[in-house]
């Protein structure tokens, strides 16, 4: 992708809107926001400009820096206007499949012919997202972490009729974006990431359901003894109970396989509305949203 090229982030969420930042702040790309009301493109928004706040007040960038990255950003609710002369559209919206496969067909009919169409998803299918463009070949996965802004890996996702040329300028668009990338060779569902993290999450929710050790030692142990820095109980409580147990779900459903299964614990803790971080309660008590209970 040439300097000057626009890139197209779909939703303003808590992943798209760092997408956009992220693609904006390289300098390069004039990029565009697209969310489908208002009040969801101004929180966007808004949170873009509380990030590069943070990242002036760090000297990370300067204020002329963050002022200019603002304005490469152009929020819009058009689809049109949107992926209009787009090289490379991101999607960032709701992990809902229905929502998705709509959104593709939409894209197939307003975006360039030779648009890269990349979604963010953590769990649906690149082949299946594909399969309603009319070319598939133009589709590929491009999975950031959260937040986006400061964490280095993107997994890239070559769908079952990805073409080499989509996967190679994926790579280069990630490097300009200043990220690593890898490459998962087939559409698995999980990816890398998350094909190892979640079954090890799930694990430590089976060591609290049968009593083995508390989740602080849980934690602990995983801490000083694997020297991650959250251990995982902490870390669901992060990333969210029901996400977590939405993708088990899948893992479930496209393997087929026992090994998957969610811990019964976790699946009472969903119900039970204890998600997390963002429900006040998980494994740990979390006051307010920023508050850190967790030892
Ligand atoms: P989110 O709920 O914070 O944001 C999704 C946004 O998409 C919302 O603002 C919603 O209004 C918008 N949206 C809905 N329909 C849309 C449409 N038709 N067009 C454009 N925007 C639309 O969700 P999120 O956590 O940012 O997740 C977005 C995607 O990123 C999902 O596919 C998710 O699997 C993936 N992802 C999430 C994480 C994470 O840690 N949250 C990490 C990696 C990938």
Redesign the pocket.
Known sequence: MERGSKVTV????????GIAQVASQVGMFEVSI????KA?LD??MKMIQDSIGKFVERGKLTKDEGDAALKRIHPTMD?REAVGGSQLVI??????PR??L??YR?LSQLAGEDTILA??????SITLLGSVTGRPENVCGM????PPQLMPLVEIIKGNRTSDETVNRVREASAKLGKETVLCKKDSPGFIVNRLLVPALNEAIFLVHEGVADPEDIDKAVRLGLNWPMGPLQLLDY??LD?TLNITEVFMNEFQDSKYRPSPLLREMVRAGFTGRKSGKGFYEWSSPSATKAK
Do not use: C, P
């Open positions: 779909l939703g303003a969420g808590l992943m798209g809107h697209l969310d489908v009301e969801y929180r966007g689809l999607e960032a919206a709701t992990e809902d929502l998705k709509d959104l939409k979604s963010n998803t953590s769990s649906i999975h950031f972490f959260n990333v969210g996400t």
